[in-house]
């Protein structure tokens, strides 16, 4: 085992180096990182100006009152949360850089517009949570509002920047990778394509990940305590779902069908779940325990099922393509480096006739 461990912390090692030396990766990675620093650095001040700004939370007129105590898990969660969306950024642009994965670079685009969306919804969320707490006389300062409101403003702008600058580097991105992919499975066109259906697969598993969690972290911050056994069963899902995602991609790796088959059943009883929470966060006699982050809950919702149904097309899709050679191509080491100008030069005609490589005497 420790020489497999070596080998592995080898490519590891070799592959972090190769990201940093290369032009267009470094800089998609450095524009995600520089993103991810501003913005959290923000998210961090806007935190701490809330929570040193409250009075004391235990006194019986804020600890007795179930709105205020909902409206105060709300801030907190927030920002909490989009901290916690850029650092998975940061690392999904790190693996995706790693792996030469072009469909995970494209997709942390879209990921990057998911951040903007969430954080407009950010700004409306917190300013209905701190106008009700100032009523509520929470608050020492009465004003903190218009002394957070620039920081959580310029957020969205700066993924707006950071998401054009993100999306002409993955088009480079695109033209680097394609070499790498070419060394690697070869110029078969049916191969290639295969491989484009697991590389997305691969990516939707690790984007299912994050909103899954992310909705789940929301519901059981804010809206979780009125029922402990709901409240279990929701926290019991989360090491749950990272299992099937775990298995999900080792299956579709080692082409085993029947074990894609159980998660696939197992994703359409996650989509379910998902339509009944959604369902559930508008029903009238529920609506009141989810008003605090009904938005966000209804965003990531919405997002978790579209990227299931997408992750259940690309499961049937991969699975379809078991058995045809890619199997081979994806346990295997990669192929030996071969720069463009040998490949150039080296290029033998396959139809000619291979010639003896001495002479002979009759």
Not at 34 to 59: N, P, S, W
Not at 81 to 94: A, D, E, H, N, T
Not at 146 to 157: H, S
Not at 164 to 178: I, M, P, R
């Amino acid at each position: 085992m420790a020489p497999k461990r070596a080998g592995r912390m080898s490519i590891f090692r070799k592959g972090t180096a190769e990201l940093f030396s290369k032009k267009w990766p470094r800089l998609f990675f450095l524009t995600a990182a520089l993103q991810a620093i501003i913005c959290m650095v923000f998210e961090a001040y806007t935190f701490a100006k809330f929570q040193y700004g409250l009075y004391d939370m235990d006194q019986p007129q804020f600890r007795d009152n179930s709105d205020i105590q909902s409206q105060l898990k709300t801030i907190p969660t927030f920002l909490g949360l989009f901290i916690l969306g850029f650092i998975y950024v940061v690392v999904m642009v790190w693996d995706a850089l790693l792996m030469k994965n072009t469909i995970q670079v494209i997709g942390l685009c879209i990921a990057n517009l998911a951040l903007l969306v969430y954080g407009g919804l950010q700004i409306d969320q917190i300013h209905s949570a701190v106008v009700f707490l100032v009523d509520n006389s929470a608050f020492k300062d009465k004003y903190i509002w218009n002394e957070v409101q620039g920081l959580l403003i310029a957020i969205p702008c700066i993924i707006a920047l950071t998401t054009l600058v993100l999306g002409a580097l993955s088009w480079k991105l695109y033209q680097e990778f394609a070499w790498d992919i070419l060394k690697h499975i070869g110029a078969d066109y049916r191969m290639k394509k295969r491989f484009l259906h697991y590389q997305v697969y691969i990516a939707l598993l690790k984007f299912d990940f994050f909103f899954f969690i992310g909705f789940t972290i929301q519901f059981l911050v804010v809206v979780g305590g009125k029922s402990p056994v709901e409240f279990g069963l929701t926290a019991a899902a989360i090491p749950v779902t990272i299992a099937i995602l775990l298995c999900a991609a080792w299956f579709t790796r080692r082409e085993w069908k029947s074990g894609m088959i159980v998660v696939m059943i197992l994703y359409l009883g996650g989509l379910t779940y998902f339509i009944f929470k959604l369902v559930r966060i508008y029903e009238p006699g529920e609506a009141s325990y989810y008003m605090p982050v009904r938005k966000s809950l209804t965003a990531f919702a919405v997002l978790t099922i579209i990227l299931i149904i997408m992750t259940i097309i690309n499961a049937m899709v991969c699975m379809f393509n078991f058995g045809h050679g890619l199997k081979q191509h994806l346990l295997s080491g990669p192929r030996p480096e071969l720069d463009k100008d040998q490949a150039s030069y080296s290029m033998h005609d396959v139809k000619q006739s291979q010639l003896p490589s001495r002479m002979t005497i009759d």
